[in-house]
Protein backbone atom coordinates (compact mmCIF):
# COMPACT_ATOMS: atom_id res chain seq x y z
CA UNK A 1 0.00 0.00 0.00
CA UNK A 2 1.06 3.16 -0.68
CA UNK A 3 1.76 6.70 1.32
CA UNK A 4 -1.65 7.90 -0.04
CA UNK A 5 -3.37 5.00 -0.05
CA UNK A 6 -2.47 4.75 3.84
CA UNK A 7 -3.52 8.40 4.05
CA UNK A 8 -6.58 8.08 2.11
CA UNK A 9 -9.47 10.83 3.01
CA UNK A 10 -10.04 14.23 3.29
CA UNK A 11 -7.57 16.73 4.19
CA UNK A 12 -8.61 20.09 5.67
CA UNK A 13 -6.72 23.13 5.52
CA UNK A 14 -7.26 26.28 7.37
CA UNK A 15 -6.35 29.58 6.89
CA UNK A 16 -6.79 32.89 4.86
CA UNK A 17 -7.48 31.92 1.51
CA UNK A 18 -6.36 33.73 -1.91
CA UNK A 19 -8.35 31.90 -4.66
CA UNK A 20 -6.58 33.43 -7.50
CA UNK A 21 -9.72 35.40 -8.74
CA UNK A 22 -8.99 38.78 -7.47
CA UNK A 23 -11.53 38.35 -4.37
CA UNK A 24 -10.42 40.04 -1.26
CA UNK A 25 -9.17 36.84 1.32
CA UNK A 26 -11.32 35.51 3.46
CA UNK A 27 -10.28 32.98 6.18
CA UNK A 28 -11.74 29.39 5.51
CA UNK A 29 -11.25 26.35 4.67
CA UNK A 30 -9.78 24.42 1.53
CA UNK A 31 -10.37 20.79 1.22
CA UNK A 32 -8.45 18.37 -0.51
CA UNK A 33 -8.88 14.61 -2.07
CA UNK A 34 -6.68 12.25 -3.61
CA UNK A 35 -5.07 15.15 -6.05
CA UNK A 36 -8.27 17.19 -6.27
CA UNK A 37 -9.66 20.08 -4.20
CA UNK A 38 -12.90 19.25 -2.95
CA UNK A 39 -13.93 22.48 -1.77
CA UNK A 40 -13.37 25.89 -0.61
CA UNK A 41 -15.46 28.08 1.63
CA UNK A 42 -15.65 30.96 4.57
CA UNK A 43 -14.96 29.78 7.89
CA UNK A 44 -18.50 30.80 9.04
CA UNK A 45 -20.25 28.81 5.61
CA UNK A 46 -18.34 25.67 6.75
CA UNK A 47 -20.53 22.53 6.09
CA UNK A 48 -21.46 20.40 9.04
CA UNK A 49 -19.66 17.35 7.48
CA UNK A 50 -16.47 19.10 7.33
CA UNK A 51 -16.73 20.66 11.07
CA UNK A 52 -17.49 17.26 12.04
CA UNK A 53 -14.15 15.93 10.57
CA UNK A 54 -12.29 18.43 12.60
CA UNK A 55 -11.86 16.59 15.52
CA UNK A 56 -12.02 13.13 13.55
CA UNK A 57 -9.14 10.86 14.02
CA UNK A 58 -9.35 10.01 10.06
CA UNK A 59 -9.30 13.27 8.87
CA UNK A 60 -5.98 15.20 8.07
CA UNK A 61 -7.03 19.07 9.49
CA UNK A 62 -3.82 21.78 9.35
CA UNK A 63 -4.56 25.43 10.73
CA UNK A 64 -2.20 27.77 8.81
CA UNK A 65 -3.58 30.41 10.88
CA UNK A 66 -3.70 34.27 9.56
CA UNK A 67 -1.07 32.61 6.82
CA UNK A 68 -2.48 32.92 3.30
CA UNK A 69 -3.68 30.18 1.21
CA UNK A 70 -3.25 30.61 -2.36
CA UNK A 71 -3.00 28.62 -6.03
CA UNK A 72 0.31 27.28 -7.09
CA UNK A 73 1.76 30.08 -9.30
CA UNK A 74 2.60 29.58 -12.63
CA UNK A 75 5.18 30.46 -14.84
CA UNK A 76 5.13 30.20 -18.47
CA UNK A 77 7.97 31.55 -19.87
CA UNK A 78 11.09 30.12 -17.87
CA UNK A 79 14.34 28.99 -19.02
CA UNK A 80 16.34 28.15 -15.64
CA UNK A 81 17.45 28.45 -12.40
CA UNK A 82 19.76 27.00 -9.98
CA UNK A 83 22.32 26.67 -11.99
CA UNK A 84 20.64 24.78 -14.36
CA UNK A 85 18.90 25.63 -17.90
CA UNK A 86 16.02 23.77 -20.20
CA UNK A 87 18.94 23.47 -22.85
CA UNK A 88 21.23 21.38 -21.19
CA UNK A 89 19.14 18.89 -22.30
CA UNK A 90 19.35 16.96 -19.40
CA UNK A 91 17.19 15.14 -17.00
CA UNK A 92 19.34 16.04 -13.69
CA UNK A 93 19.65 19.89 -14.83
CA UNK A 94 15.90 20.23 -15.18
CA UNK A 95 15.09 18.65 -11.97
CA UNK A 96 17.47 20.70 -10.16
CA UNK A 97 15.79 23.42 -11.64
CA UNK A 98 12.28 22.02 -11.00
CA UNK A 99 13.48 21.23 -7.15
CA UNK A 100 14.56 25.30 -6.86
CA UNK A 101 10.94 26.39 -8.05
CA UNK A 102 9.03 24.30 -6.92
CA UNK A 103 10.28 25.26 -3.19
CA UNK A 104 9.57 28.80 -4.19
CA UNK A 105 6.03 28.33 -4.66
CA UNK A 106 5.90 27.69 -9.00
CA UNK A 107 4.20 24.19 -9.19
CA UNK A 108 3.62 25.06 -12.93
CA UNK A 109 6.12 25.98 -15.80
CA UNK A 110 6.39 25.79 -19.49
CA UNK A 111 9.72 24.81 -19.88
CA UNK A 112 11.31 27.30 -21.93
CA UNK A 113 13.76 26.82 -25.04
CA UNK A 114 16.04 29.12 -26.58
CA UNK A 115 17.79 29.52 -30.05
CA UNK A 116 19.94 27.32 -30.92
CA UNK A 117 20.95 24.19 -33.55
CA UNK A 118 18.13 22.32 -33.79
CA UNK A 119 19.83 19.58 -32.57
CA UNK A 120 20.34 21.06 -29.12
CA UNK A 121 16.23 21.99 -29.67
CA UNK A 122 15.81 18.35 -30.16
CA UNK A 123 17.72 16.75 -27.23
CA UNK A 124 16.09 19.76 -24.88
CA UNK A 125 12.09 18.70 -25.61
CA UNK A 126 13.74 14.78 -25.23
CA UNK A 127 14.59 15.43 -22.09
CA UNK A 128 11.79 17.76 -20.86
CA UNK A 129 9.21 15.27 -22.23
CA UNK A 130 11.44 12.07 -20.52
CA UNK A 131 10.96 14.43 -16.94
CA UNK A 132 7.49 15.03 -17.50
CA UNK A 133 6.59 11.58 -17.79
CA UNK A 134 8.65 9.73 -15.80
CA UNK A 135 9.83 12.12 -13.00
CA UNK A 136 7.26 12.97 -9.81
CA UNK A 137 8.19 16.52 -9.71
CA UNK A 138 8.23 16.55 -13.76
CA UNK A 139 4.30 17.07 -12.80
CA UNK A 140 5.56 21.45 -12.68
CA UNK A 141 6.36 21.02 -16.41
CA UNK A 142 3.07 21.84 -18.04
CA UNK A 143 4.55 21.87 -21.91
CA UNK A 144 7.22 23.66 -23.48
CA UNK A 145 7.49 27.22 -24.92
CA UNK A 146 9.36 27.18 -28.20
CA UNK A 147 10.84 30.86 -27.98
CA UNK A 148 13.43 30.86 -31.25
CA UNK A 149 14.49 29.83 -33.24
CA UNK A 150 12.14 31.55 -35.33
CA UNK A 151 12.77 35.33 -34.34
CA UNK A 152 14.00 38.49 -35.94
CA UNK A 153 17.85 38.63 -36.25
CA UNK A 154 17.29 42.84 -35.62
CA UNK A 155 15.47 41.81 -32.36
CA UNK A 156 17.60 38.80 -30.61
CA UNK A 157 17.33 40.13 -27.26
CA UNK A 158 18.98 37.46 -25.75
CA UNK A 159 18.34 34.93 -28.42
CA UNK A 160 22.00 33.91 -29.89
CA UNK A 161 21.97 35.57 -33.19
CA UNK A 162 23.85 32.75 -34.89
CA UNK A 163 21.03 30.28 -35.15
CA UNK A 164 18.15 32.69 -35.83
CA UNK A 165 15.90 31.59 -38.68
CA UNK A 166 12.38 31.36 -40.42
CA UNK A 167 9.92 29.52 -39.14
CA UNK A 168 10.41 25.55 -40.14
CA UNK A 169 6.99 24.16 -40.28
CA UNK A 170 8.77 20.87 -41.17
CA UNK A 171 10.72 21.20 -37.69
CA UNK A 172 7.35 21.73 -35.90
CA UNK A 173 5.90 18.78 -37.19
CA UNK A 174 8.71 16.74 -36.36
CA UNK A 175 8.57 17.57 -32.95
CA UNK A 176 4.63 17.60 -32.22
CA UNK A 177 5.04 13.69 -33.83
CA UNK A 178 7.68 12.76 -31.22
CA UNK A 179 6.54 14.70 -28.62
CA UNK A 180 2.56 14.34 -29.07
CA UNK A 181 0.33 17.77 -27.00
CA UNK A 182 3.67 18.79 -25.03
CA UNK A 183 4.72 21.70 -27.02
CA UNK A 184 2.31 24.62 -25.70
CA UNK A 185 3.12 27.81 -26.74
CA UNK A 186 5.44 29.02 -30.27
CA UNK A 187 7.09 32.90 -30.10
CA UNK A 188 7.94 33.24 -33.59
CA UNK A 189 8.06 37.24 -35.18
CA UNK A 190 5.37 37.14 -37.49
CA UNK A 191 6.90 39.51 -40.71
CA UNK A 192 9.23 36.45 -41.28
CA UNK A 193 8.51 33.99 -44.86
CA UNK A 194 7.04 30.87 -43.30
CA UNK A 195 4.99 32.54 -40.91
CA UNK A 196 1.77 32.12 -41.90
CA UNK A 197 2.08 28.73 -42.54
CA UNK A 198 3.78 27.72 -39.17
CA UNK A 199 1.15 29.94 -37.28
CA UNK A 200 -1.52 27.38 -38.75
CA UNK A 201 0.07 24.92 -38.00
CA UNK A 202 0.28 25.48 -34.59
CA UNK A 203 -3.31 26.40 -34.15
CA UNK A 204 -4.10 23.23 -35.87
CA UNK A 205 -2.04 21.24 -33.44
CA UNK A 206 -3.78 23.52 -29.82
CA UNK A 207 -0.06 25.18 -29.59
CA UNK A 208 -0.59 29.28 -29.06
CA UNK A 209 0.92 31.47 -31.17
CA UNK A 210 2.99 34.14 -29.68
CA UNK A 211 4.79 37.24 -31.23
CA UNK A 212 7.90 37.86 -29.88
CA UNK A 213 11.29 38.99 -30.87
CA UNK A 214 9.52 41.15 -33.83
CA UNK A 215 10.45 43.66 -35.75
CA UNK A 216 6.72 43.28 -37.72
CA UNK A 217 4.59 47.09 -37.92
CA UNK A 218 1.36 47.61 -36.00
CA UNK A 219 -0.54 46.65 -39.56
CA UNK A 220 1.82 43.06 -39.70
CA UNK A 221 0.72 42.06 -36.26
CA UNK A 222 -2.88 43.17 -36.96
CA UNK A 223 -2.71 41.00 -39.85
CA UNK A 224 -1.26 37.88 -37.52
CA UNK A 225 -3.83 38.22 -35.23
CA UNK A 226 -5.74 37.30 -38.11
CA UNK A 227 -3.74 34.44 -38.81
CA UNK A 228 -4.76 33.31 -34.76
CA UNK A 229 -1.36 35.01 -33.20
CA UNK A 230 -3.32 35.82 -29.76
CA UNK A 231 -0.22 35.71 -27.27
CA UNK A 232 2.61 38.41 -26.95
CA UNK A 233 6.03 37.65 -25.10
CA UNK A 234 7.91 39.77 -22.59
CA UNK A 235 5.85 42.69 -23.07
CA UNK A 236 8.00 46.24 -25.16
CA UNK A 237 11.12 44.02 -24.55
CA UNK A 238 13.03 42.29 -27.54
CA UNK A 239 10.16 43.92 -30.09
CA UNK A 240 9.49 47.03 -32.15
CA UNK A 241 8.68 49.90 -30.15
CA UNK A 242 5.63 52.43 -30.42
CA UNK A 243 6.01 55.44 -32.42
CA UNK A 244 3.34 58.04 -33.06
CA UNK A 245 3.79 57.42 -36.66
CA UNK A 246 4.00 53.65 -36.74
CA UNK A 247 2.63 52.33 -33.32
CA UNK A 248 5.00 48.91 -33.94
CA UNK A 249 4.54 45.90 -32.35
CA UNK A 250 3.95 47.60 -28.84
CA UNK A 251 1.22 49.65 -29.98
CA UNK A 252 -0.57 46.91 -31.36
CA UNK A 253 -0.05 44.50 -28.39
CA UNK A 254 -1.38 47.67 -25.96
CA UNK A 255 -4.14 47.95 -28.18
CA UNK A 256 -5.47 44.94 -28.99
CA UNK A 257 -7.78 43.20 -26.81
CA UNK A 258 -7.09 39.52 -28.89
CA UNK A 259 -3.29 39.61 -27.67
CA UNK A 260 -2.38 38.91 -24.09
CA UNK A 261 1.15 39.68 -22.93
CA UNK A 262 3.51 39.42 -20.12
CA UNK A 263 5.68 41.56 -17.91
CA UNK A 264 8.96 41.09 -16.48
CA UNK A 265 8.77 43.23 -12.87
CA UNK A 266 12.17 42.10 -12.12
CA UNK A 267 13.16 45.58 -11.95
CA UNK A 268 15.19 45.82 -14.55
CA UNK A 269 12.95 45.14 -17.79
CA UNK A 270 10.35 47.65 -17.55
CA UNK A 271 10.40 51.00 -15.98
CA UNK A 272 7.62 51.64 -13.35
CA UNK A 273 5.10 53.59 -15.24
CA UNK A 274 6.05 50.92 -18.13
CA UNK A 275 4.47 48.09 -15.67
CA UNK A 276 1.22 50.53 -14.70
CA UNK A 277 0.53 51.43 -18.40
CA UNK A 278 0.56 47.87 -19.40
CA UNK A 279 -1.01 46.67 -16.11
CA UNK A 280 -3.97 49.72 -16.81
CA UNK A 281 -4.26 48.76 -20.69
CA UNK A 282 -4.12 44.97 -20.47
CA UNK A 283 -5.69 44.37 -17.37
CA UNK A 284 -6.72 40.96 -17.08
CA UNK A 285 -4.89 39.94 -20.27
CA UNK A 286 -1.58 40.32 -18.87
CA UNK A 287 0.53 37.76 -16.64
CA UNK A 288 3.51 37.99 -14.94
CA UNK A 289 6.89 36.00 -16.02
CA UNK A 290 10.43 35.71 -14.95
CA UNK A 291 11.99 33.99 -17.91
CA UNK A 292 14.90 33.20 -15.27
CA UNK A 293 18.04 31.82 -16.31
CA UNK A 294 20.64 29.44 -14.54
CA UNK A 295 21.70 32.50 -12.61
CA UNK A 296 18.33 32.13 -10.40
CA UNK A 297 18.59 31.33 -7.16
CA UNK A 298 22.73 31.67 -7.14
CA UNK A 299 25.40 33.93 -6.23
CA UNK A 300 26.57 36.90 -8.61
CA UNK A 301 29.29 35.73 -11.49
CA UNK A 302 29.68 34.60 -14.70
CA UNK A 303 27.20 32.08 -16.87
CA UNK A 304 26.11 31.24 -19.93
CA UNK A 305 22.66 31.53 -21.82
CA UNK A 306 23.10 29.30 -24.91
CA UNK A 307 26.57 29.59 -25.19
CA UNK A 308 26.55 33.28 -24.60
CA UNK A 309 28.19 34.97 -21.63
CA UNK A 310 26.26 36.50 -18.92
CA UNK A 311 27.71 38.74 -16.14
CA UNK A 312 25.51 38.87 -13.23
CA UNK A 313 25.87 41.62 -10.59
CA UNK A 314 23.62 42.18 -8.32
CA UNK A 315 20.71 39.78 -9.70
CA UNK A 316 20.72 41.89 -12.77
CA UNK A 317 21.94 39.92 -15.62
CA UNK A 318 23.42 40.88 -18.31
CA UNK A 319 25.55 40.48 -21.51
CA UNK A 320 28.90 42.72 -21.52
CA UNK A 321 27.67 45.38 -24.35
CA UNK A 322 24.74 45.71 -21.54
CA UNK A 323 21.45 43.42 -23.38
CA UNK A 324 19.50 42.46 -20.52
CA UNK A 325 19.81 38.51 -20.65
CA UNK A 326 17.44 37.12 -18.67
CA UNK A 327 16.34 37.26 -14.90
CA UNK A 328 17.26 35.86 -11.55
CA UNK A 329 14.18 35.54 -9.85
CA UNK A 330 11.41 33.03 -8.54
CA UNK A 331 7.64 34.23 -9.61
CA UNK A 332 6.63 34.78 -5.88
CA UNK A 333 9.75 37.85 -6.18
CA UNK A 334 7.16 38.82 -8.81
CA UNK A 335 4.48 38.43 -6.49
CA UNK A 336 6.13 40.26 -4.14
CA UNK A 337 7.34 42.95 -6.24
CA UNK A 338 3.72 43.91 -7.87
CA UNK A 339 2.75 44.87 -4.24
CA UNK A 340 5.79 46.35 -2.71
CA UNK A 341 7.15 48.15 -5.84
CA UNK A 342 4.04 48.74 -7.58
CA UNK A 343 1.15 49.07 -5.06
CA UNK A 344 -1.14 46.38 -6.60
CA UNK A 345 -3.33 44.74 -4.09
CA UNK A 346 -2.07 40.98 -3.14
CA UNK A 347 -5.34 39.36 -4.65
CA UNK A 348 -4.07 41.47 -7.34
CA UNK A 349 -0.86 40.10 -7.42
CA UNK A 350 -2.01 36.73 -6.96
CA UNK A 351 -4.71 36.84 -10.15
CA UNK A 352 -0.96 37.82 -12.71
CA UNK A 353 0.52 34.48 -11.44
CA UNK A 354 -2.35 32.18 -11.28
CA UNK A 355 -5.38 32.35 -13.23
CA UNK A 356 -4.58 34.90 -15.43
CA UNK A 357 -1.30 32.53 -16.88
CA UNK A 358 -3.35 29.71 -16.77
CA UNK A 359 -6.02 30.89 -18.99
CA UNK A 360 -3.64 31.73 -21.49
CA UNK A 361 -2.10 28.98 -22.20
CA UNK A 362 -5.43 26.57 -21.34
CA UNK A 363 -4.61 24.88 -18.19
CA UNK A 364 -8.17 24.15 -17.35
CA UNK A 365 -7.76 22.79 -14.11
CA UNK A 366 -4.78 25.13 -12.39
CA UNK A 367 -4.82 28.63 -11.24
CA UNK A 368 -7.56 28.75 -9.17
CA UNK A 369 -8.71 27.59 -4.88
CA UNK A 370 -11.71 25.98 -6.44
CA UNK A 371 -13.75 22.57 -6.28
CA UNK A 372 -12.41 20.66 -8.86
CA UNK A 373 -9.14 22.08 -9.69
CA UNK A 374 -5.99 20.62 -9.42
CA UNK A 375 -4.46 20.72 -5.78
CA UNK A 376 -1.83 22.64 -6.36
CA UNK A 377 -1.38 25.04 -3.29
CA UNK A 378 1.02 27.72 -1.59
CA UNK A 379 1.17 28.50 2.03
CA UNK A 380 2.46 32.44 2.13
CA UNK A 381 3.66 33.88 5.38
CA UNK A 382 1.50 37.15 5.94
CA UNK A 383 4.91 39.31 6.64
CA UNK A 384 6.78 39.22 3.78
CA UNK A 385 5.05 36.75 1.77
CA UNK A 386 7.66 34.36 2.13
CA UNK A 387 6.61 30.18 0.74
CA UNK A 388 6.00 28.24 4.25
CA UNK A 389 5.09 25.32 2.28
CA UNK A 390 3.84 24.10 -1.46
CA UNK A 391 1.44 21.20 -2.43
CA UNK A 392 1.99 19.83 -6.15
CA UNK A 393 -1.20 17.80 -6.75
CA UNK A 394 -2.24 17.19 -2.94
CA UNK A 395 1.30 16.24 -2.24
CA UNK A 396 3.45 18.50 0.29
CA UNK A 397 6.75 19.14 -0.95
CA UNK A 398 9.62 18.88 1.13
CA UNK A 399 12.66 20.93 -0.33
CA UNK A 400 15.09 19.70 2.36
CA UNK A 401 14.87 15.92 1.43
CA UNK A 402 12.89 16.60 -2.15
CA UNK A 403 10.48 13.99 -1.37
CA UNK A 404 6.97 14.31 -1.25
CA UNK A 405 4.55 13.44 1.50
CA UNK A 406 0.95 13.46 2.70
CA UNK A 407 1.84 15.01 6.11
CA UNK A 408 0.01 13.82 8.77
CA UNK A 409 -1.41 16.70 11.60
CA UNK A 410 0.96 16.05 13.76
CA UNK A 411 3.93 16.49 11.48
CA UNK A 412 2.45 19.82 10.69
CA UNK A 413 4.96 22.62 12.45
Keep these: MTERERSAGRLVLKGTILDGSGREPFSGYVTVEQDRIASVFPEEEAPAEV ?9 QVLDFGNA ?6 IDIHLHGGAGADVMDGSADSLIRMLRYYLAHGTTSILATTLTAPKLDIDRALAAAFSVQQTERIGRVIQGVHLEGPFLSPKWPGAQHPQWICNPQTAWLREWTSRFPGFIRMLTLAPELEGAEEAVAYALKHNIIAACGHS ?18 VHCCNAMRPFHHREPGVVGAVLLHDELSTEINVDGYHLHPAAVELILRLKQDRVCVITDSMRAAGMTDGVYHLAGLEVHV ?21 SVRNLVQMHGKSLPEAVKHATSIPAGIVKLHSKGLLKAGYDADLVVLEPEGLQVKRVMLSGDWYDPETHDFAYISRRGLL
Design 68 to 73: YLTPGL
Design 51 to 59: MSQLDSTDA
Design 313 to 333: EQGAARFADGTIAGSTIPLVQ
Design 215 to 232: DATYDQVRTAIGWGISHA
